[in-house]
């Protein structure tokens, strides 16, 4: 089954991780014509038809679907986890995006990298946004609740190349390395 995009459920979609996501979403509801929505606390299923449901033509939220992956691929790299776990993470994943039940966002938001831990930032700059790059985006958090500059980040999204396919990607996850793809600490 052909992963269902979110352009195929109309609104651009934008998924706001990082530090200070709650600020920054918050800011993003002072510009008009978005839908921001907070679903970090829903079950991946129940946020993807939120997502989906909305009649605005962008909608920023904190719904990651691949949150638990994510997690998994960090704590394996900071010996945390085992492979058998993020191998389970990416096996849930995948069928719940072959069930249709949730689609990648078109473009993550990833407030204040440099601030996180390095796995975490080599996971969104790296492992993550190796099959699309201009689909991850840092972004400096917001100078208050009415940052003008969020706004010109939304209108000023690059065009790229869409997702991969993630049955093509995300099995071999535990391969990317942190220091190894996308950016070395430090730099």
């Known amino acids: 089954m052909a992963l269902l ?52 033509s962008l909608v920023v939220h904190d719904a990651d679907p691949l949150e638990h992956v994510a997690a998994a691929w960090v704590e394996l790299f900071q010996e945390r986890a085992t492979l058998g776990a993020l191998e389970a993470e990416i096996d849930a994943a995948l069928d719940r995006f072959e069930r249709g039940s949730v689609a990648m966002p078109d473009y993550y938001l990833v407030v204040e990298p440099d601030a996180s831990d390095d796995e975490w930032l080599h996971w969104w700059c790296g492992a993550l946004g190796r099959g699309a790059p201009r689909r991850v985006m840092p972004l400096a958090a917001p100078a208050g609740s009415s940052d003008a500059g969020l706004g010109r980040v939304l ?23 942190p220091d190894r793809v996308g950016v070395r600490a430090g730099e």
């Not at 790229?160 to 990317?176: I, K, V």
């Open 155 to 177: 209108s000023s999204l690059p065009t790229s190349r869409p997702w991969p396919e993630p049955a093509t990607w995300l099995p071999d996850l535990a391969y990317d390395i």
């Open 5 to 56: 995009s979110p352009h195929e459920f109309g609104p651009t979609v934008v998924a706001v991780v990082g530090a200070a996501v709650d600020d920054t979403l918050e800011s993003f509801a002072t510009c008009g014509g978005v839908d921001v929505m907070s679903l970090r606390d829903r079950e991946p299923d129940l946020a993807s038809r939120r997502i989906r449901a909305s009649s605005a």
